[in-house]
């Protein structure tokens, strides 16, 4: 047999072994993973960058109405500056309600009412922010449900994804040794005042994205 012959044996195709099988195999099950982790990845940066979208809107609103919330024809009297909030009668201080003397017991299973936040305060201005505005459709990327106003951001709690976080900023008295204290926006602030805001949001991670520092 010449080497010409064996040449072209060598070059006849073989068939696949059950190793090249299983290596195609894996090959193909790679390639889907590696698919499918970058749709998750992608579908993950967009619920972050739509939540960074709810916090700039917030922002936008708060620099809009700084500049007009002072005006006495403010349109949006919960959020209106200058406004002090009315004192409240000493049964309703105690989350109590006037009755008649003969009026039945109420249900001792039936839950109190929560009361309505006090006017002049930012938990005023909020729930008619987020009952009668365009903020009452916002809705958080990774839940799908209205986003959480919380404290701060923490990568240990997963729950806190897609939330904000309002702080505002207040001047000590001269002299401190700290100039300035950041904490939490909560419903009992007063706004008849300026301040100044931070906002920032949670991202995937819960981790802290800052969006803006404004005056409101």
Not at 57 to 68: I, L, V, Y
Not at 136 to 144: A, E, I, L, Q, S
Not at 172 to 194: C, F, M, R, Y
Request: include cysteine; hydrophobic fraction near 45%; glycine fraction near 6%.
């Amino acid at each position: 047999m010449d080497a010409s012959t064996e040449q072209d044996r060598s070059l006849e195709p073989k068939e696949l072994t059950g190793g090249d099988y299983g290596f195609m195999a894996l090959i193909v099950v790679v390639l889907i993973a590696v698919t499918l982790l970058g749709v998750h990845s992608v579908r993950e940066a967009s619920k972050t960058e739509g939540t960074k979208r709810n916090g700039e809107q917030w922002a936008a609103w708060f620099t809009k109405a700084s500049e007009t919330r002072f005006a006495p024809d403010y349109a949006i009297a919960a959020c209106a500056g200058g406004a002090k909030p009315a004192a409240a009668p000493a049964a309703l201080a105690t989350g109590e309600e006037a009755k008649p003397a003969d009026a039945p017991a109420a249900d001792a299973a039936a839950p109190a009412p929560a009361p309505a936040p006090a006017a002049g305060t930012w938990g005023a201005c909020l729930a008619h922010l987020t009952s009668a505005t365009e903020f009452k459709d916002m809705v958080n990327p990774f839940t799908g449900k209205a986003p959480n106003f919380i404290p701060a951001c923490d990568p240990a709690d997963r729950s806190l994804v897609g939330s904000i976080v309002l702080e505002k900023t207040t001047a000590n008295p001269p002299g401190s040794a700290v100039a300035t204290v950041t904490s939490q926006l909560v419903d009992a602030d007063l706004i008849a005042e300026k301040m100044a805001l931070k906002i920032s949001v949670c991202d995937k991670g819960s981790y802290a994205v800052k969006v803006a520092e404004i005056e409101f």
